[in-house]
């Protein structure tokens, strides 16, 4: 298939261009490029690969043509963004997925996968397992987008045009684009480069996690499944075994770093906490299976950070913390008020920091 990945310059859409290439597709990707001053470690950019650096907000029809499928990850992505400017994750994250998924329809493209997320469930009240069926209750701008991106891109559904929405577990797991703002990749780095882990909570809240790989795996089983089971279906994507409450996942991460010191604070009010069903997915989406278990995860994390000799200012690099590099294009005045580029910029594909 020939395929347009969206935010492919991200934490999941770098591996993902290589998996969808290594899997035998044409791939296309498209992004601002908010996060390319860095890279955590080398990875060979696969050969054919073209890369559009456009921001989602002033795509035109021309930009879609030709392609069979779109897999859509280009957005603000996660609660802290939402909250530093909410006007902008509107904006972008609904009203820039809106008009992505109306003008790929208005082009003929009948695959769309979207990356949404199991915060759209917000809460641990009501199902004690949330089901695609669950009520949401969405805690922030970011997680409200990701519904109504859900309910309005639904409406467009038809024969012609069948969306798929993923939503997402929380990631984990080594991308060249690295994260280091989500809770396992932030708890090992902190581990390693400090050898203590300072809870300010009492890390009571639940969270569903999945490694990066498995999301990835997601997307391209549910490009290439056949069309009736996936047209206008949502699927969480993770493992049900996978939903750990904060705590552990510091005990966990903790056997990993030898010496690790650990010290837990009192509940914070953070509301948000949920335990999720991956069943359907399990068994309804062709070809895939959640194969990664957080344990080996955090030890892929402790070998990586061991294998590139990790520093403390690797580790607290702006562009690996999404909302501090966001601020620090900003406060140098290469981003407008909106987060459009005020100067055009061609980033480079592999850029100046490596650790
Ligand atoms: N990482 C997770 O734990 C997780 C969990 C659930 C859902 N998701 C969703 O998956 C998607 C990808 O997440 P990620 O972790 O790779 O995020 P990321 O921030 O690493 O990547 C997002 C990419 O989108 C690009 N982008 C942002 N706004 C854009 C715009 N207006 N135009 C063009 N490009 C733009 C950024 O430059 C970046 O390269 C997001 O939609 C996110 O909400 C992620």
Same mark, same amino acid.
């Given at each position: ?28 990707? +498209?992004?601002?490029?908010?996060? =390319?001053?860095?890279? +955590? ?27 069979? &499928? ?11 963004? &939402? ?12 009203? &820039? =997925? ?51 991106? /859900? ?35 932030? @708890? ?28 990835? !795996? ?19 994507? &993770? ?5 750990? !409450?904060?705590?552990?996942? *510091? ?9 690790? !010191? ?5 509940? $914070? ?19 895939? /299976?959640?194969?990664?278990? @957080?344990?080996?995860?955090? /030890? ?22 999404? @909302?501090?590099? +966001?601020?620090? @294009? +900003?406060?140098?005045?290469?981003? $407008? ?7 055009? *910029? ?10």
């Amino acid at each position: 298939m020939n395929i347009l990945v969206t935010g492919n310059q991200g934490y999941i859409g770098y591996p993902l261009v290589r998996l969808l290439h290594d899997r035998g597709h044409t791939v296309t990707g +498209l992004d601002t490029g908010y996060y =390319t001053d860095g890279t +955590l470690f080398e990875s060979e950019w696969p050969p054919g690969v073209r890369q559009l650096w456009k921001d989602i907000r002033t795509i035109e029809q021309s930009d879609l043509e030709g392609f069979d &499928g779109i897999c859509h990850l280009a957005e603000l992505s996660n609660d802290p963004l &939402g909250q530093h400017n909410e006007a902008n994750t509107y904006a972008i994250n609904h009203g &820039g =997925t809106i008009r992505l998924a109306r003008l790929a329809k208005e082009m003929g493209i009948e695959r769309f996968v979207y990356t949404s997320s199991c915060s759209v469930y917000g809460l641990q009240n009501g199902d004690p397992f949330k089901t695609e069926n669950s009520p949401v209750h969405p805690l922030t701008a970011y997680a409200r987008c990701k519904v109504m991106v /859900e309910r309005d891109v639904s409406a467009l559904a038809d024969d012609t045009f069948s969306p798929t929405f993923l939503r997402n577990a929380t990631a984990y797991g080594p991308s060249p684009r690295q994260r280091f703002d989500i809770v396992l990749n932030n @708890l090992s780095g902190v581990a390693y480069t400090t050898g203590i882990i300072n809870m300010r909570s009492d890390g009571s809240p639940w969270r569903p996690l999945v490694h990066i790989a498995d999301i990835a !795996q997601a997307i391209a089983c549910t490009l290439e499944a056949p069309r009736d089971t996936v047209h206008n279906e949502v699927f969480n994507v &993770g493992h049900s075994d996978e939903n750990y !409450q904060v705590r552990d996942i *510091v005990d966990l991460v903790a056997q990993t770093i030898p010496g690790c !010191q650990v010290s837990m604070g009192s509940s $914070d009010g953070d509301d948000r906490s949920y335990r999720v069903s991956f069943d359907k997915i399990a068994t309804q989406l062709p070809g895939f /299976e959640s194969a990664h278990r @957080l344990h080996d995860g955090a /030890e892929q994390m402790a070998d990586l950070y061991a294998a590139i000799d990790l520093a403390p200012e690797d580790f607290t690099f702006r562009a690996f913390t999404r @909302l501090k590099q +966001l601020e620090y @294009l +900003l406060d140098t005045d290469q981003l $407008d008020s909106e987060f459009f580029w005020r100067q055009p *910029v061609e980033p480079s594909i592999m850029s100046s920091h490596n650790a």
